[in-house]
């Protein structure tokens, strides 16, 4: 790879690599430590005939090094770590009602994210958070067309379930 295309494509996915490895991890310098390896490794065997290619190449190696983390920290438990979900005001000054009713709608949202299994929370994220196509998500995390479908499908019912949960006072930690 070129030095101008790996600097335009840390350019274009630094920020967003980084925002979902930290909120995959929960750790600022864990997240930056797995940024730098997916780059490293990006330098090292990424070959760009297709920019559009090179988005899902990455996010693959970051979700590949985040689970490896995982395996070697504590296993599955360590996996149920925070998601943060930003909610956008329409003021940047909400009343102390809103920025309290945005702050439990966060720890509800992080709680719920927090109970689902690494690959459902894994596929949400990318699709609703960072906008992945379906074809992306296909290539990205090894899956048909169809596995996709049913991965989305699945873990929007088990996020929806979890919630309902939460709310009916089940899901408090």
């Given at each position: 790879m070129?030095?101008?295309?790996?600097?335009?494509?840390?350019?274009?996915?630094?920020?967003?690599?980084?925002?979902?490895?930290?909120?995959?991890?929960?750790?600022?310098?864990?997240?930056?430590?797995?940024?730098?390896?997916?780059?490293?490794?990006?330098?090292?065997?990424?070959?760009?005939?297709?920019?559009?290619?090179?988005?899902?190449?990455?996010?693959?190696?970051?979700?590949n090094?985040?689970?490896?983390?995982?395996?070697?920290?504590?296993?599955?438990?360590?996996?149920?770590?925070?998601?943060?979900?930003?909610?956008?005001g329409?003021?940047?000054?909400?009343?102390?009602?809103?920025?309290?009713?945005?702050?439990?709608?966060?720890?509800?949202?992080?709680?719920?994210?927090?109970?689902?299994?690494?690959?459902?929370?894994?596929?949400?994220y990318?699709?609703?958070?960072?906008?992945?196509?379906?074809?992306?998500?296909?290539?990205?995390?090894?899956l048909?067309?169809?596995?996709?479908?049913v991965?989305?499908?699945?873990?929007?019912?088990?996020?929806?379930?979890?919630?309902?949960?939460?709310?009916?006072?089940?899901?408090?930690?």
């Amino acid at each position: 790879m070129q030095k101008d295309s790996f600097t335009e494509l840390f350019r274009m996915f630094q920020p967003s690599l980084y925002r979902y490895l930290y909120r995959m991890c929960g750790s600022k310098e864990v997240a930056e430590e797995l940024l730098q390896e997916t780059f490293y490794r990006a330098m090292l065997s990424l070959r760009l005939e297709d920019m559009r290619l090179a988005r899902a190449w990455l996010y693959k190696v970051a979700r590949n090094l985040f689970i490896d983390w995982v395996r070697k920290r504590k296993g599955e438990a360590e996996m149920l770590q925070a998601i943060e979900i930003h909610a956008s005001g329409t003021s940047p000054m909400p009343t102390p009602e809103e920025a309290l009713q945005l702050q439990e709608q966060r720890r509800k949202m992080t709680g719920v994210m927090r109970k689902l299994p690494e690959h459902y929370r894994t596929i949400l994220y990318l699709r609703e958070m960072e906008g992945f196509s379906y074809q992306e998500l296909a290539e990205t995390l090894d899956l048909s067309m169809s596995q996709v479908k049913v991965m989305l499908h699945r873990s929007r019912d088990k996020f929806r379930e979890l919630a309902d949960q939460w709310e009916r006072g089940n899901g408090h930690e």
